[in-house]
């Protein structure tokens, strides 16, 4: 497989179809040596309804959308409409290919993804999907009790990576060097 995506996305919240992503960033990257090949994302221009959704509680002791993305109005100013940041993103796809899509749980920024195309008419090339979940790599790290759970950020930890900004850049950038070392590959 010559390539490979990390993606992810911070969002209003954790429904698709009522929630919006605020953040996305993207990068493809060859699959034997992780090298950069082409980045794309940002801040999304986010709808007002939206904004006030970020401070409902999922469920009591869990954080909001905003704790947990920290969304700030001010530092949304390059912000622009999804249509934008998809197309971007978009380029990174090329048609019909086949492509390992690496993450923390990419099944929710895939759904959100899809979710996003629906409500703006907007679409990523078809392209075949595999997936990679750096948190079921790291389960037998689990089981040995070497962490408590398969978090991105309880495995940065695990490893000795530098926290990162919680954006979806940030998260993208740990995914690469979790998975890296969880693969047996060197910094």
Not at 158 to 185: I, N, S, W
Request: aromatic share 8%; net charge neutral.
């Amino acid at each position: 497989m010559p390539d490979c995506i990390f993606l992810d996305t911070e969002t209003t919240g954790l429904d698709q179809v009522d929630n919006d992503i605020i953040d996305i960033w993207a990068e493809r990257r060859d699959f034997d040596t992780l090298v950069l090949k082409k980045e794309a994302g940002g801040h999304v221009v986010v709808a007002p309804r939206q904004i006030a959704r970020m401070d409902e509680r999922p469920s009591p002791g869990r954080p909001t959308a905003r704790e947990v993305n920290h969304f700030n109005a001010a530092a949304w100013v390059d912000a622009k409409p999804w249509a934008n940041r998809c197309a971007a993103v978009s380029e990174l796809f090329t048609r019909g290919e086949t492509i390992l899509w690496i993450g923390s749980n990419p099944w929710f920024d895939i759904d959100m993804v899809r979710a996003m195309n629906w409500k703006h008419g907007t679409c990523i090339p078809p392209v075949r999907l595999l997936f990679r979940n750096t948190a079921d790599m790291a389960a037998p790290l689990k089981e040995a009790k070497k962490v408590k759970g398969c978090s991105l950020a309880m495995l940065a930890e695990y490893f000795g990576l530098p926290a990162q900004d919680h954006t979806a850049k940030g998260d993208v950038a740990t995914c690469v060097e979790v998975y890296r070392r969880l693969m047996g590959m060197k910094p």
